[in-house]
């Protein structure tokens, strides 16, 4: 035999198209500040570990959030993405929604009385807060801080806050004016006679109505006194 040799090859090209598996990413998530943390803007969500599995080998797994971060009102996407040894990617994404339903808070002042002479009231405008901002505080009920009130009256001043999700909450307060003061007066003996020798006295009942009580009369006689002429009896002629 002479040792000659022939020899013949070709190529297995193993290409690795296969994309990761990402597993137990949660169903979306809706999170209402009212049954969660009603006194916070943002909630914080949280869900169960997702891993990620490769017919060769896992290089990494990120995500745009993490279990446990706090999301804002709105809705947001959470991403995962897992790329293997081999450059294959597989996402998958579920939503975090926030909703704020937590009413604002809204303090009135109080009662506001005033006497039968005083005819302007003022107040401060009601203090108003909120878990995430408040977007406004309107009057929507009675005149404005400074007006005149009539005697005898009640006036109901309410206001309305409202904020940013649109959620309201509503106060209100009166401002009440006491009556104009008037009186009745009577007197059981409206003539009296300089010298005369029986009763010379009389009581002069003031029964007053509105206002605020105690209360202060005066009196001045709206005649001078008259001398006659006396007789032997002294009495005036």
């Given at each position: 035999m002479n040792g000659n040799i022939q020899t013949a090859s070709f190529t297995v090209t193993v290409i690795d198209d296969t994309k990761p598996i990402i597993?137990?990413?949660?169903?979306?998530?809706?999170?209402?500040?009212?049954?969660?943390?009603a006194t916070t803007c943002t909630q914080i969500a949280t869900w169960a570990a997702v891993t990620a599995s490769d017919n060769c080998?896992?290089?990494?797994?990120?995500?745009?959030?993490?279990?446990?971060?706090?999301?804002?009102?709105?809705?947001?996407?959470?991403t995962y993405k897992a790329t293997d040894?081999?450059?294959?990617?597989?996402?998958?994404?579920?939503?975090?929604?926030?909703?704020?339903?937590?009413?604002?808070?809204?303090?009135?002042?109080?009662?506001?009385?005033?006497?039968?002479?005083?005819?302007?009231a003022t107040w401060a405008?009601?203090?108003?807060?909120?878990?995430?901002?408040?977007?406004?505080?309107?009057?929507t009920a009675g005149p404005a801080s400074g007006?005149?009130?009539?005697?005898?009256?009640?006036?109901?001043i309410s206001y309305k806050v409202i904020d940013g999700s649109g959620n309201f909450e509503t106060?209100?307060?009166?401002?009440t004016r006491a009556a104009a003061i008037s009186a009745t007066i009577t007197n059981n003996n409206p003539v009296l006679y300089f010298g005369y020798t029986l009763d010379q006295t009389a009581t002069i009942t003031v029964n007053p109505s509105g206002g605020v009580a105690p209360y202060k009369?005066?009196?001045?006689?709206?005649?001078?006194?008259n001398c006659n002429l006396i007789n032997s009896s002294g009495d005036e002629v």
């Open positions: 597993s137990g990413v949660p169903a979306n998530i809706t999170l209402k500040s009212s049954t969660s943390v080998a896992i290089q990494s797994l990120t995500s745009t959030y993490a279990s446990g971060a706090s999301f804002p009102v709105g809705i947001t996407t959470v040894v081999n450059g294959n990617i597989q996402t998958a994404s579920f939503t975090v929604t926030v909703i704020d339903d937590t009413k604002p808070k809204i303090v009135c002042p109080a009662n506001i009385v005033l006497t039968s002479c005083q005819p302007t405008l009601p203090t108003a807060t909120d878990n995430c901002f408040v977007a406004s505080v309107t009057q007006s005149t009130f009539a005697n005898g009256t009640t006036t109901t106060c209100s307060f009166t401002v009369v005066s009196y001045t006689m709206n005649r001078p006194i």
